[in-house]
């Protein structure tokens, strides 16, 4: 460690915790929202295909057409989080929640379903890119990863919440997926209102040279010493770049850093978890079981997506961020294979799909899932973070949306067992680039993370 990175680590805050938890609680919900309307699918699937007479191919549109909001969102707020800041993006982010809630509820054709959902995506890419991002500006280096975290533990809470609302309206008959879609505006109404009491990230506030709020700011979060040494740090690395733009992310040390941050972002999401989540009462159709014991099934999912995303909130800012990714990604791997020689050998009565999924569920929820997002806002340099946040997560969502509407052709042509085999062999790729060219950056301030990236 250099002289500036053990600086660093030696300056502990005396963090004011109110404030500082009220705070990222609140930019979390993003994810809460993130997680419920695109999980909310799950649940509604089952009667969107009996109602709208929806073919493999329809299947994918329908489920994974919010994908393709979520990289029109993560473009949007790429290039309007510096002028307009932060928190006015996650304002127009929950009135986009909201909407899109209400009007794929009351959609009367599979068109104005997609077209609604499509909306809804951009709400979720902007709050994919922007909560976490305004999360890691605000919080101390010691325990940005713990609180960064927190966005993943709002996607699973709102991933949970979509699940239980689906089981509990699914006996309302053919008009079940309608109320399920428009449940969504209630948390979506909550986080709009929340908004209103947090205040702006400290280091857009000094990207625009408005130096004393971003001091005040800084100030509550852990008091005058912990703000006195994060604005010299922060007017430094300002000082050392050009206007922000995005000409200056193909200078060579700035792409090298973006390169790496959108293969961790584009194989958070190839190796399968979102079509488990999103097609999780299909796969245990295709097991043998009922559509009612599928969503209970489901249910079971979306806890243990909870309970283990707990345990990568612990667990980050003690072993880092490498060593997750590393143990995480070689697990899911494992469980992969053995789900597909469940499959292979039509071992399927019993508890064996059922555990393996939930074995791969838990192994992404306490790494991956958690460690992506908190990398993601880190990894990047103050001056391009914007930008750099949204071709990642734009790239996260093309891949994204490539799986999942891919995966129900994949199950038709394929079969099941190559399908998770596939995703087992990402996971092998993945593996073998977390080991070469990810760097750890727990405990570092985020001025030292880039100078660290650019010395290697």
Not at 220 to 234: C, K, M, T
Request: aromatic share 12%; net charge neutral.
């Amino acid at each position: 460690m250099t002289a500036f990175s053990k600086a660093q680590a030696d300056v502990i805050p005396d963090i004011q915790s109110g404030f500082l938890w009220m705070v990222t609680t609140v930019a979390a919900l993003g994810g809460l929202l993130f997680g419920f309307d695109t999980a909310i699918i799950s649940g509604a699937l089952p009667f969107l295909r009996d109602v709208f007479a929806l073919n493999p191919v329809m299947q994918g549109w329908v489920v994974s057409s919010i994908l393709l909001g979520c990289g029109a969102g993560a473009l949007v707020a790429g290039r309007l989080a510096n002028p307009l800041g932060r928190k006015s993006l996650l304002i127009a982010c929950a009135l986009a929640f909201a909407i899109a809630a209400i009007g794929t509820g009351a959609a009367t054709s599979v068109y104005m379903l997609i077209l609604f959902r499509m909306l809804g995506g951009v709400a979720v890419g902007i709050a994919a890119m922007v909560s976490p991002m305004y999360i890691a500006e605000i919080s101390p280096a010691h325990i940005r990863g713990r609180l960064v975290s927190l966005y993943q533990l709002a996607i699973v809470c709102g991933i949970l919440m979509a699940f239980v609302a689906s089981y509990l309206l699914s006996g309302l008959g053919c008009a079940s997926w309608r109320w399920m879609f428009m449940s969504q505006a209630i948390p979506a109404l909550v986080f709009l209102a929340a908004l209103f009491f947090v205040p702006e990230s400290p280091r857009w506030l000094a990207m625009h040279n408005r130096y004393d709020e971003a001091r005040a700011i800084l100030e509550s979060v852990g008091g005058n010493a912990h703000a006195d040494d994060e604005l010299i740090q922060i007017k430094k690395s300002l000082g050392e770049n050009e206007k922000p733009s995005w000409r200056i992310l193909l200078h060579k040390e700035n792409f090298n850093i973006i390169l790496i941050g959108i293969t961790v972002a584009v194989f958070s999401q190839i190796t399968g978890i979102n079509s488990i989540l999103y097609y999780a009462p299909i796969i245990f159709e295709r097991a043998g079981s009922g559509t009612d014991t599928a969503l209970l099934q489901t249910l079971g999912i979306g806890l243990t997506n909870f309970l283990f995303t707990l345990v990568a909130i612990w667990l980050v800012d003690k072993v880092g961020r490498k060593p997750l990714l590393l143990v995480g990604t070689f697990s899911m791997g494992i469980f992969l294979s053995i789900l597909a020689v469940c499959f292979y050998k039509h071992v399927l009565n019993g508890p064996w799909v059922f555990l393996c999924l939930m074995g791969y569920i838990a192994c992404f929820a306490a790494t991956l899932g958690a460690v992506t997002w908190v990398y993601l806002s880190e990894v990047f340099p103050n001056q391009i973070r914007a930008q750099a946040m949204s071709i990642a997560t734009l790239a996260l969502w093309l891949a994204n949306f490539i799986a999942t509407f891919s995966f129900p052709m994949l199950l038709s042509e394929m079969g099941d067992s190559i399908t998770m085999l596939i995703n087992a062999g990402l996971c092998g790729v993945f593996v073998i680039f977390i080991v070469f060219k990810v760097q750890e950056t727990k405990g570092k301030s985020l001025e030292y993370i880039h100078q660290d990236m650019q010395g290697r």
